[in-house]
T-cell receptor, first 115, second 111 residues
C-alpha cells in the first residue's frame, strides 16, 4: 500500500530533551516536506527536501533540523524542544513540484506536547 | 495580511445544497492552486487542483480560479453530511518550491 508513515503518533516530552520524529514514504517520491498545524494558523511549512541531500527552509524552520540521506526517509529533529513547539506535525511527499506532480500525500500526523 | 486567506467558518449548509468555499491569495505570480479536505483528527487529502483561469469540474466538486482577482473557490454540489470537514486552500508561490496553506474553512452539512 502506498503510504507515508510517521512515528511516533503521540509524544509527550519535556523542555530541552532532544527528539526525532521519523517519516518514511514508499512511493519513490522526490519531494518531501514537514508541516506543523496550529489552530487558526493552518498548515505551515517547516522544511522541505527536493531530493537526497537537498533540503531547504520553509516558513517556520527555527528550532528544527532535518536530513535526507535516503530518498524514502525525512526525519524531523528537535534539538532542544520548547513549549511553543507543541503542535500537530505532518510529513508529506509528492513526486515533484511540476504540474501534475504536486499532489501532496500526508502522513497520519504526530501530536507533540512539550512540557 | 495573510498570504492565503480563508473564512474560518463554520459554513453551515443543508443537505443537498451547494456549498461555496472561498480563498484569496497575495502572490500575484502563483500558478498552482489546490483544495485539500481534512476530516477531524485526520490528515489532509487532495480533492482538486487548478492551474488555469476558469472552472474545473470533478464530480460534485468545481474549482474556480480568477488570477486577475487573486481568487480561488470550491463549489460542492448536492452537499452530503460526509462532506463535513475542514477545507484547506493551498497556493504554490511563484518562486521557490513552497506550498502555502490557508487556515481552512470548516464546513458543516446538516441532514
Amino acid at each position: 500500500e502506498a503510504q507515508v508513515t510517521q512515528n511516533p503518533r503521540y509524544l509527550i516530552t519535556v523542555t530541552g530533551k532532544k527528539l526525532t520524529v521519523t517519516c518514511s514514504q514508499n512511493m519513490n517520491h522526490e519531494y518531501m516536506s514537514w508541516y506543523r498545524q496550529d489552530p487558526g494558523l493552518g498548515l505551515r511549512q517547516i522544511y522541505y527536501s527536493m531530493n537526497v541531500e537537498v533540503t531547504d527552509k520553509g516558513d517556520v524552520p527555527e528550532g528544527y533540523k532535518v536530513s535526507r540521506k535516503e530518498k524514502r526517509n525525512f526525519p524531523l529533529i528537535l534539538e532542544s524542544p520548547s513549549p511553543n513547539q507543541t503542535s500537530l506535525y505532518f510529513c508529506a511527499s509528492s513526486f515533484g513540484t511540476g504540474v501534475g506532480q504536486e499532489t501532496q500525500y500526508f502522513g497520519p500526523g504526530t501530536r507533540l506536547l512539550v512540557l | 495580511q495573510k498570504e492565503v486567506e480563508q473564512n474560518s467558518g463554520p459554513l453551515s449548509v443543508p443537505e443537498g445544497a451547494i456549498a461555496s468555499l472561498n480563498c484569496t491569495y497575495s502572490d500575484r505570480g502563483s500558478q498552482s492552486f489546490f483544495w485539500y479536505r481534512q476530516y477531524s483528527g485526520k490528515s489532509p487529502e487532495l480533492i482538486m487542483s487548478i492551474y488555469s483561469n476558469g472552472d474545473k469540474e470533478d464530480g460534485r466538486f468545481t474549482a474556480q480560479l480568477n488570477k486577475a482577482s487573486q481568487y480561488v473557490s470550491l463549489l460542492i454540489r448536492d452537499s452530503q453530511p460526509s462532506d463535513s470537514a475542514t477545507y484547506l486552500c493551498a497556493v504554490r508561490r511563484e518562486y521557490g518550491n513552497k506550498l502555502v496553506f490557508g487556515a481552512g474553512t470548516i464546513l458543516r452539512v446538516k441532514s
